[in-house]
């Protein structure tokens, strides 16, 4: 089955914690990124990749890494998390982007 | 950075009764794309649009690329309860990324 998959679906750790949220794809696609989604604002675009190795800045990359090290897998870096990184957190695939199940993220 | 401009917010209706959404753009588009949102989940893709005055179905939804290529509109015909969620227009500028509307939240009373 065609599918984007992320890991962990929730998520509640401690300021400056680091942590990874993994993201990875079947489909063979080039273009993969990552998205934050709150309340009011829509879905912003952190982070994209349009292939192995090839990473770009989205709308709002600060406070994020990334990395394409392999076709299949975008995982989503947070060295020091902070309050306002809460957020639900989606991982997407494709030139149609089609999204991964979303990691809700909860910093304390 | 581009953006969209989606329209109503929310929505609330009966079940039944036909629903109308559309997003704006100040600049043209070579792809419009349609999601829905259900609760606790990802964005899933409703309907792709590719050509300026292109009407595409599927099911009770029905999309069409604005023949300006500045705008779409999706219609959902017969609303069910399972029709709630959220609903994106996405568009993307000839080689550029997508950029997203901010949803339609639509509300079906049984």
């Known amino acids: 089955e065609a599918q984007v998959t992320q890991n962990p679906r929730y998520l509640i750790t401690v300021t400056g914690k680091k942590l990874t949220v993994t993201c990875s794809q079947n489909?063979?696609?080039?273009?993969m990124s990552w998205y934050r989604q709150d309340p009011g604002l829509g879905l912003r675009q952190i982070y994209y990749s349009m292939n192995v190795e090839v990473t770009d800045k989205g709308d709002v990359p600060e406070g994020y890494k990334v990395s394409r090290k392999e076709k299949r897998n975008f995982p989503l870096i947070l060295e020091s998390p902070s309050p306002n990184q809460t957020s639900l957190y989606f991982c997407?695939?494709?030139?149609?982007?089609?999204f991964g199940p979303g990691t809700r993220l909860t910093v304390t | 950075g581009q953006q969209l401009n989606q329209s109503p917010q929310s929505m609330f209706i009966q079940e039944g009764e036909d629903v109308s959404m559309n997003c704006t753009s100040s600049s043209i588009f070579n792809t419009w794309l349609w999601y829905k949102q259900d609760p606790g989940e990802g964005p899933v893709l409703l309907i792709a649009l590719y050509k300026a005055g292109e009407l595409t179905s599927n099911g009770r939804l029905t999309a069409q690329f604005g023949i300006t290529r500045k705008d779409s509109f999706l219609n959902i015909s017969a609303s069910i309860p399972s029709d709630v969620g959220i609903y994106f227009c996405?568009?993307?500028?000839?080689?550029?990324?997508?950029?997203f509307g901010k949803g339609t939240k639509l509300t079906v009373n049984p």
């Open positions: 996405a568009g993307q500028p000839w080689s550029e990324k997508l950029v």
């Open positions: 997407a695939s494709g030139a149609e982007q089609y």
């Open positions: 489909m063979n696609h080039e273009y």
